[in-house]
Every structure is written in structure tokens, then in C-alpha cells.
Nanobody
């Protein structure tokens, strides 16, 4: 069992940066692929980024590629999402997720966090 708690959300202006953090419980954190999703008001939850167990391999949604970076520190049981050059369309609730492998975490994660709100104003 893995419990995930996100933090770092907030309200920013377009062009600003934010760094989201996700703290995971459990001794098996390093065996999981980790991902980030977001859900805008009135829209379905969508995939943002995912990284494999070591962080050495990552995938991104086209909408964030080149602006967002996912990273992890297994010794701290933490995964991060560095978001640069934020746009109003990046607004939403951001969720941390865990799964057995990248291809699974980006489609059907096993565990979800409770989410953190990101609001980008123009």
C-alpha cells in the first residue's frame, strides 16, 4: 500500500514557475513508477508526466513537453513536478499517482493522491 500527499500548489501569473511535491509512504516507493495528472474544471483528468522507478526515463504530455520536468528522490520517497512558463490552460487540480511501470501509471495507476490546486491567471 502506498499513500501519496501532494503539496506546492498555488495561484500564479502566466509565465511564472511552480514546483509540486508528492510525498509517498511505504518502503517500496523506489519500486514504483510515478506520475502526475491534472483535472481542469469541467474536464476529465488527463495525464501530464511519468517517470520510471529510477527517474532515468520520463514521458510527458505534448501540452507540457519542454516546460514541465518530473523528477524523484527515492531516498526521500518523493517525486516532483517542476512547472515553468505556466499558462492559464495549466490551471487545475494536480494529482500524484503510482503504478507498477510507466506504461501502467500513465493509464491506470494503482494509487492516487488527494490533489493540489494550481491556478494560473493571465
Amino acid at each position: 500500500q502506498v499513500q501519496l500527499v501532494e503539496s506546492g500548489g498555488g495561484s500564479v501569473q502566466a509565465g511564472d514557475s511552480l514546483r509540486l511535491s508528492c510525498a509517498a509512504s511505504g518502503r517500496t516507493f523506489s519500486t514504483y513508477a510515478m506520475g502526475w495528472f491534472r483535472q481542469a474544471p469541467g474536464k476529465e483528468r488527463e495525464f501530464v508526466a511519468a517517470a520510471n522507478w529510477s527517474g532515468g526515463s520520463a514521458v510527458y504530455a505534448d501540452s507540457v513537453k519542454g516546460r514541465f520536468t518530473i523528477s524523484r528522490v527515492n531516498g526521500k520517497n518523493s517525486v516532483y513536478l517542476q512547472m515553468n512558463r505556466l499558462k492559464p490552460e495549466d490551471t487545475g487540480v494536480y494529482y500524484c499517482a503510482a503504478g507498477a511501470a510507466v506504461e501502467f501509471v500513465r493509464t491506470t495507476p494503482d494509487y492516487w493522491g488527494q490533489g493540489t490546486q494550481v491556478t494560473v491567471s493571465s
